[in-house]
């Protein structure tokens, strides 16, 4: 099993009312092909609710954003219920078993909690994801990944980095981190790198010194582009 990870993706459907308290804890597992694994889900209200689990699959763009669908065929994931009525402040846990067909693999199980709050005309449905990363044997190599642009914006404090994975491995980048000469660096937390994907990061800066370094960090290696620097965000080609 690899290691647990922060919150990823916490996507929530509302119907009218402000959100309860409820929990899917872990939200991101990652394991060595086959997962054996399972999540608590958690009623924090004074109410039951109902909590139907569904696996889908997912593709990221560029911007992070998460795109879900039907679970691919190829995945197979074994559920220990698909739904449970919680009481009142009653956590239930929910045991999984994966496999898939090729390597790597990701999915996400999304719980679905609905109930009716006291006094009011709509039920409260909203999901919350717990998410597996199914790897391959093989390692994510430097050699398959590349910045192929890293531009600082001087007028928007901000650096811009494009980011590609043009392997069919699926790497994680730990963190990323920007400095100067002075001052703390600007941090950004860790993401999956799926095979194939490009991804478009923007980085807050406040000094008034533009940074100097860029650090993208794996688990088995960091990659330290140079930076360009440019007075302004270049036109894209539809408003040149």
Not at 78 to 107: D, G, H, I
Not at 130 to 145: D, R
């Amino acid at each position: 099993m690899r290691h647990l990870f922060s919150l990823a993706f916490y996507f929530v459907i509302l119907s009218g009312v402000s959100m309860p308290a409820q929990t899917v804890q872990p939200t991101i597992m990652e394991y060595g092909s086959r997962a054996e694994g399972r999540f608590a889900v958690t009623n924090n209200t004074n109410d039951p609710m109902t909590v139907v689990m569904e696996p889908r699959s997912f593709s990221i763009a560029p911007d992070g954003r998460g795109t879900f669908r039907g679970l691919d065929p190829g995945i197979r994931v074994e559920l220990s219920t698909m739904s449970v009525r919680l009481q009142p402040l009653q956590t239930y846990w929910v045991f999984y078993k994966a496999s898939a067909e090729t390597y790597p693999a990701w999915f996400t199980i999304y719980s679905t909690f609905t109930g009716m709050r006291k006094g009011a005309a709509l039920n409260v449905r909203f999901q919350l994801p717990h998410t597996v990363y199914l790897y391959q044997k093989e390692a994510l190599t430097q050699g398959n990944v590349h910045v192929t642009a890293a531009r600082y914006i001087v007028q928007k404090h901000r650096l811009l980095v494009d980011l590609e994975n043009n392997g069919s491995a699926l790497g994680r980048v730990q963190d990323v981190q920007l400095s100067g000469p002075h001052g703390e660096p600007a941090m950004m937390a860790g993401f999956p790198l799926l095979p194939g994907l490009h991804r478009h990061l923007e980085i807050p800066w406040e000094s008034n010194e533009p940074p100097t370094t860029l650090k993208i960090r794996f688990e088995h290696f960091t990659l330290k582009p140079a930076l360009d620097y440019a007075v302004e965000e270049a036109a894209s080609a539809g408003n040149e």
